[in-house]
Every structure is written in C-alpha cells, then in structure tokens.
C-alpha cells in the first residue's frame, strides 16, 4: 500500500506526528509516517541474497530499478520468526533507502508527542526509544537509525569520525556550552562523544525536548548561560519533538538568539520547509557529523 503524506507535515509547533502500526512476532510496533515511502507484498519481490552480508539482512530487493537491502526485523527484535513475513516497510532514512520485513502492516495513527512515553530501562541494547498507549494496546516505536546504524558501517563512521582541526579552534570549541536533545541511546551517545573528541566539551544532553526545555528555561532557579553556544536537537523524540523545542525557543523573549540545528534522519523537502518556517538556524541529516560540526564552527566563530 501506498502511505499517503497528511498535511501535518508541514504544520508548525503542533506536537503532532503520525507512525504506521505494524507487527513482529506478535508485539505491536510503530514507525514516524515520515520516514516510510511505501509498504509492499514481501511475496511479490524476490530476494537475492548477498555474500558475507550483516545477519540482521536477508539479502537486497529491486524496486522501479533501485536495489534496496533488506533487514529481517523478527530476527534483529529477537523473534522466533514462525510464518514468512507478509510485508515490506520501505523507508528512506538518514538519506538511505532500506526494506524492513514485518508480519503485517495494520493502520496509521495520529498522536501527540507528548502522549509518546519513555521506554521502561530494559538494558542498553534496547531498541525502543518510546511507547504509546491505546487502551489495553501498547504501540512501541523502534529505533530504526540504531539499526541502520549496525548494518551499514559507513553511516557509523559518519557519526562518529570528525576531522582535526587548528589549536586555537579546539580552545574555542572548548568553552562554548552545547546542548542535545537526541532520544536514541546510541545515537546520544555517538554524538556526545563526537562532539567532545572534536574539543565541544561543554556538552548537555537529553532524552527529548522537553527536558531540554525545562533546563533551558527552569521554573526555578537560574537559566543556564548560553552565551556563543547553540542547541541541536532531533525532531521526533517522545513528550517534546525538536520542531516544538525550536518554536519555543525563539517565541522566547530571552533564548531566541540562541542558534538551533535540527539534526535528524527526517530533514526531507517537506520537513526542511517546516523547519525553515520555525526559525532553524540549520537543518542537517544525520549521519554528517562532520558537516555538524563545521556549521557550528560557522555559527559560533564566524568561520
């Protein structure tokens, strides 16, 4: 089937999103409609196998003549995988196209961020970065990039190799204060670390905009200084999206000056102009931490 694009979209500050419920090995799954292009027949589209491939992949697909790797999800989720999948959720994400095998693709829903909930912690290989209740029923949504991540080595070194550059820069980075706002684990991590290696050392990372919010402007007690310093910041995150962070920020009397960059997997035509029309200072897709850290360096120091 087709997933048809709402105009929610291009919507500014609403808090909205919509994800495409599907299922693996009976457990309830979601994915942000923004980041799939289409759902297929599995049994309509041959799958040739690849040597030496990542064992997450069953191999690679063609579609309108692209080849398109292919990630079995009950196996990457853990599932006993008992009947072949009947689906194909095919996404483009973090400017990659990529097939995920699902038992089947239910409906659409549209939900609040902030009805999104934080996942329990279940250990650091968990791959659910939030949840969401509809009655009785419990909607995961999973972390696709981590996974992406795994399998494709290049998008990983991305993340987290950063080019060296002059004395002076590194003393500059050194004292100008960032903050992050990233729900992955993984993905808050390599950043964080990125950014440190590359002489950011004054680091603040959150699991979602709201509590990069709260420590921007706290009900109690004094506003953390931001003076040459620039927030960057996700777009979907469960409580608070980086779109919501970034209206609040510059109807902020006090924090509107502060750059913002949206760095995710979703920057597209669509969500660059919702994010032009809130006010980014910059809009990166994820994996470029090299270009990351070139546009703050840009920002911050005129360079």
């Given amino acids: 089937m087709a997933v048809e694009k709402s105009g929610i979209l291009l919507e500014s500050g609403t808090n909205e999103f919509e994800i495409v419920e599907f299922m693996v090995g009976g457990v309830h799954y979601g994915i942000n409609v923004a980041k799939v292009r289409e759902v297929i027949p599995s049994a309509s589209f041959p799958i040739t196998k690849v040597a030496q491939a990542h064992p997450y992949l069953d191999g690679v697909i063609t579609l309108r003549g692209s080849t398109i790797p292919l ?7 853990g599932h006993d995988q008992g009947a072949p999948c009947k689906n194909i959720i095919v996404t483009e994400i973090n400017a990659y196209f990529i097939g995920f095998l699902v038992d089947e693709v239910s409906r659409i829903h549209r939900i609040s961020w902030k ?27 999973m972390d696709f990039e981590s996974i992406i991540a795994e399998v494709n080595p290049q998008i990983n070194k991305k993340l987290t190799e950063v080019r060296t550059r002059e004395d002076n820069l590194q003393a500059m980075r050194q004292s100008a204060p960032i903050v992050v706002a990233e729900d992955s684990l993984m993905l ?68 509107r000056g502060i750059p913002v960059i949206l760095f995710s997997s979703l920057i597209n035509d669509e969500m660059r102009s919702k994010g032009e029309a809130l006010g980014a200072t910059g809009q990166i897709a994820k994996p470029e931490m090299n270009e990351l850290v070139d546009f703050l360096d840009s920002v911050l120091f005129s360079i």
Avoid at 115 to 130: A, I, N
Avoid at 244 to 252: P, Q, S
């Fill in 188 to 255: 808050r991590n390599m950043v964080v670390g990125t950014l440190k290696n590359a002489g950011y050392e004054n680091v603040s990372a959150f699991v979602n905009g709201l509590d990069a919010w709260n420590f921007l402007h706290p009900d109690n007690g004094p506003a953390p200084d931001m003076g040459r310093g620039a927030v960057i910041t996700d777009i979907e995150m469960p409580k608070m999206d980086g779109h919501r962070l970034l209206k609040l920020i510059r109807d902020d009397e006090k924090l």
């Fill in 71 to 77: 990630v079995n999800l009950p196996r990457c989720m």
């Fill in 115 to 141: 009805d999104m909930e934080s996942p329990p912690q279940v250990g650091g290989g968990s791959r659910v970065v939030g949840l969401v209740r509809f009655g009785e029923k419990i909607v995961l949504l």
